[in-house]
């Protein structure tokens, strides 16, 4: 399959500047991937100038949300690269919440194959310092104009893209634990990449900043017992100098970035421990000192060392307030493989499309 790429868009990236100031997701790339799906077939996958998409106000995905996304990121490190980081993984798990979504799957060799075209077409306006990359977004969603309560028969796929730097602006978070609301159900769709996951965080993420805190942490359903993950990304402790975390469930996004460092850790003498992890356990192990970091770990967050977890009492249980020794390893390593300095795990792991 070949991406179609249009001379406007060369065009676009050769007028861009790249702005000094990035944040994460605010500054687009002036390019995007463009394909749709009609009559049981993708179109061709065209690369276009980015712009504003046409729908109709009855566009299924309006108004039941049948819609699936991605994140993934190009690198260019000192002008090497670019580098992708497993975007297959990306693809199968795209696919998987295509199945759970009742959307079309997307080939996974055209998934990989848009993205790197788009990397290599936004070559130049790929930012160059270490934790600094081309974030990758590519989303489906179901254009179907009528208001019957029914899978749709046609759906975009797109990839736009922007140059980003951290997504956390300090250097550690504070986590809030969510012990009412829940954020996926067994059975539900929590381990599907879809918008709705990330909309039934927000009314607590409005609760968690309101607190003073930066990511809500949340519990399974059942027992409200259970640590599952945080609104973005999933969560990570060393306990006993382990690294820990909590055992995947089908309302647990399973993250790339996790499943990398899991592979990572023994690399630095880490001993890995994927278990049911209950936030009695975690506070516990705060409290006796056996728990001496904890962190986030996703695509956008990289890894981003959490310094406290609080109650909304206002109890707190602190953990140190600079990033400690193991976190700074792993997300050292990461960034190592990532970004082309370090041989990863698994050869298959690092595409260089330089
Ligand atoms: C990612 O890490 O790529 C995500 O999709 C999470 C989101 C909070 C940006």
Request: charged share 25%.
């Amino acid at each position: 399959m070949q991406i179609k790429t249009a001379p406007e868009a060369l065009q676009a990236v050769e007028n861009f500047t790249l702005p000094d100031e990035l944040g994460f997701g605010r500054v687009m790339a002036p390019v995007m991937v463009e394909a749709n799906y009609q009559d049981g077939k993708w179109s061709d996958f065209n690369l276009v100038p980015y712009g504003p998409i046409s729908m109709l106000p009855t566009a299924k995905v309006l108004h039941y949300g049948q819609e699936i996304f991605e994140g993934l990121k190009s690198y260019r490190i000192g002008g090497n690269g670019p580098f992708l980081f497993r975007p297959d993984q990306n693809a199968k798990r795209f696919n998987h919440s295509a199945r759970r979504m009742a959307m079309p799957e997307v080939p996974v060799e055209h998934f990989v194959e848009a993205v790197k075209e788009l990397s290599k077409v936004c070559a130049t306006i790929i930012p160059r310092r270490s934790g600094e990359s081309l974030y990758l977004r590519p989303f489906m969603f179901s254009t179907e104009e009528a208001l019957g309560i029914k899978p749709s028969d046609s759906f975009k796929f797109m990839i736009v893209a922007s140059p980003s730097g951290s997504y956390f602006s300090g250097g550690t978070i504070s986590v809030l634990i969510e012990r009412s609301a829940v954020r996926a159900a067994p059975g539900g769709t929590g381990n599907a990449k879809t918008g709705g996951n990330y909309a039934a965080a927000l009314e607590a993420a409005i609760e968690t900043k309101k607190l003073g805190h930066d990511q809500t942490l949340w519990l399974d359903a059942i027992t409200r017992k259970n640590i599952e993950e945080m609104s973005g990304m999933n969560f990570a402790c060393i306990i006993d100098n382990k690294l820990v975390t909590p055992a995947i469930t089908d309302s647990i996004l399973e993250g790339i970035t996790r499943n990398s460092l899991l592979k990572i850790a023994p690399l630095l003498d880490l001993q890995v421990e994927e278990k049911k992890l209950t936030i009695d356990e975690l506070i516990a192990a705060i409290k006796e000192g056996r728990c001496t970091e904890a962190f986030a770990c996703g695509t956008a967050a990289i890894l981003t060392p959490i310094h406290q977890i609080a109650e909304k009492d206002g109890t707190v249980y602190k953990l140190s307030k600079a990033p400690g020794p193991k976190s700074t390893a792993l997300r050292q390593a990461l960034l190592d493989i990532q970004e082309g300095r370090r041989e990863s795990p698994d050869p298959s792991w690092v595409i260089n499309l330089g």
